[in-house]
């Protein structure tokens, strides 16, 4: 892990020990640079997991990825700081009909006898900074229903049994969960078969819908497909795009760099098919 480069991909210059303003600061200047993105997979290509190729992805190259290449390139980045980091299995609610399968990743940082709640692989709706899970006391967490408010929104961790769930506020709106976890550690290899799942299965969202998202100070700028939103607060602002101006905006918006006839499966209508809108929700 080559940290002075990954600091320097999200900007961050300040001082670097494994403390909570620290915690907070990477967490901030990652979710705000590096954008959330499936081309890769829009393009056909595998999506690799080893950490240099996440580097000279994410890093060298300027690209972004989705929730196993960002909180697995932030894992090995915090724990080259000296944090305490665990990777957990999550099953995402946003916008499903039915118990959807384990492909999120999360991380957990323990600090100062707390735990906290890395996430900056959740698209438009990743929260800027940690969010606190409660104490760690005995070896359990003692569950607090605490609001953090950043980004023009609030979110919270509530307990639900043995789950952790992870719920979101927007301005002017109601809570509504994001996804629920288990606090185990999970190994590298459960990560690889969900990655896999996720990245080929027919149904996954991430092959039937491209997206690039990227979270910003008060709100986020997402496009799916070529619907793209930028929402500022409580303000959103909602519009189509003709497929010729995709490749400027990916560029404008997202840094984001394609040559021009790139070809992605989604928009461009390449090894898809249609399915009905009840299909299996996979990540988003």
Same mark, same amino acid.
């Given at each position: ?97 039915? #118990? ?6 999360? %991380? !957990?940082?323990? =600090?100062?006898? $707390?735990?906290? *709640? ?119 602002? #909602? ?6 101006? %995709? !490749?400027?905006? =990916?560029?404008? $918006?997202?840094? *984001? ?28």
């Amino acid at each position: 892990m080559d940290l002075a480069a990954y600091l320097a991909r999200i900007g961050h210059a300040g001082t670097i020990s494994p403390t909570l303003d620290t915690l907070r600061a990477l967490h901030r200047a990652h979710a705000t640079s590096i954008p959330f993105e499936n081309l890769d997979i829009q393009r056909g290509l595998r999506i690799d997991l080893e950490i240099g190729a996440l580097q000279r992805k994410m890093v060298e190259r300027g690209r972004g990825g989705y929730c196993f290449e960002h909180n697995t390139l932030a894992m090995h980045a915090l724990r080259a700081v000296g944090f305490d980091v665990m990777a957990c299995e999550a099953r995402v609610r946003a916008g499903a009909t039915r #118990v959807a399968p384990r492909t999120h990743m999360v %991380l !957990l940082v323990t =600090l100062a006898n $707390q735990r906290w *709640l890395w996430d900056t692989g959740f698209g438009g709706d990743t929260p800027l900074e940690p969010l606190l899970l409660g104490r760690v006391a005995q070896g359990r967490e003692i569950g607090q229903d605490g609001e953090s408010h950043q980004g023009g929104a609030s979110y919270r961790v509530i307990e639900e049994g043995a789950l952790r769930v992870v719920r979101m506020k927007a301005a002017g709106g109601e809570w509504t969960d994001l996804y629920a976890f288990v606090a185990d550690a999970r190994e590298p290899i459960d990560f690889e078969v969900a990655n896999w799942y996720t990245s080929t299965h027919p149904e996954s969202h991430f092959v039937t819908t491209l997206t690039a998202q990227l979270r910003t100070p008060d709100g986020s700028r997402v496009l799916r497909n070529l619907t793209y939103t930028v929402t500022s607060g409580a303000t959103s602002e #909602v519009r189509e795009i003709a497929r010729k101006e %995709l !490749l400027p905006l =990916l560029r404008a $918006q997202f840094r *984001l760099d394609f040559p021009a006839g790139t070809v992605f499966r989604a928009v461009d209508g390449t090894g898809t098919r249609s399915f009905p809108a009840s299909a299996l929700p996979i990540d988003v």
